[in-house]
């Protein structure tokens, strides 16, 4: 078991760094700009001067899957954030306070439960419209509910424990409480949701680009990639093959490392190994 979970964080590791290295020198430096138009080039095979080929524009392929890869790594963090924080503390406070506060807003927490996440972002950006920050309020929105019903289920486990009533019998305020006691308690399940978080959001905002309502060409991202290399499947398939694979590499390293995070912390799993 420990030796599974080490190759686990370790493959996992290295892929998820790869890919935040290719996102980090995506935004710094590309071999030629990701952006710039060569209908000389267009549909060039990989090769010495364009190592990945060129689109249907003559745009080097390399260039914009390590563009693609910021938009997309910049897109999750951001994402992933707004989730975090807003059910976080949302999860807190209707946990700790319970009550018509808690049944009122948990009632339409499980509403928005009932959509899948990605159904609830596509309705968000037929409102908000298809731009950057408009995916990132919308999957924001959309994966907040399942970070409420973590942190409120840990919660409810806490706030009857007896050092939350240790807290009270010193004078603590509930808001103290709250921060100092209960918060931290929440961290290893966070931890472990927020890392699956990550590729949800990677492949929500690919599944977006591909149906147009993502970040708006000619900005590159994975998604639309792959959509734009749809007509070209046959005189060109590595312009399908290409996006396809950072998207599965992206996920794969996730639920690696997220495997790993996961034994690491659940006490059921370390007393097994």
């Not at 190592?51 to 003559?58: A, K, R, S, V, Y």
Request: charge should be positive; proline fraction near 5%; glycine fraction near 10%.
């Amino acid at each position: 078991m420990r030796r599974r979970n080490a190759a686990n964080a370790l493959v996992g590791g290295a892929i998820v760094a790869l890919v935040v290295a290719a996102a980090v020198m995506g935004v710094l430096w590309t071999p030629h700009n990701p952006l710039q138009i060569n209908f000389a080039a267009r549909l060039q095979p990989p090769g010495a001067r364009f190592l990945l080929g060129t689109d249907e524009f003559g745009r080097d392929e390399l260039s914009r899957l390590m563009a693609g890869a910021s938009i997309s790594v910049w897109i999750s963090l951001l994402t992933v954030a707004f989730a975090v924080v807003a059910g976080t503390i949302i999860g807190v406070v209707t946990g700790f306070v319970r009550g018509w506060t808690d049944r009122i807003i948990m009632a339409f927490n499980n509403a928005l439960l009932a959509f899948p996440g990605l159904l609830l972002a596509l309705g968000l950006l037929a409102v908000l419209g298809a731009n950057e920050y408009g995916i990132i309020l919308a999957l924001g929105l959309a994966y907040t509910p399942a970070v409420t019903r973590v942190v409120r289920g840990s919660v409810l486990s806490l706030r009857e424990k007896e050092f939350i009533e240790a807290s009270r019998v010193m004078g603590n305020s509930e808001l103290y409480t709250m921060c100092r006691h209960v918060l931290p308690n929440c961290v290893a399940p966070l931890t472990v949701l927020t890392t699956s978080m990550f590729g949800w959001v990677i492949l929500a905002e690919s599944a977006l680009s591909f149906l147009g309502l993502g970040v708006p060409p000619p900005a590159p991202t994975w998604g639309n990639m792959l959509a734009a290399a749809r007509p070209f499947m046959a005189q060109a398939t590595y312009l399908s093959i290409l996006p396809g694979l950072c998207i599965a590499l992206a996920l794969l390293g996730i639920n690696l490392l997220g495997d790993a995070i996961r034994d690491l912390l659940d006490p059921h799993m370390r007393g097994s190994q």
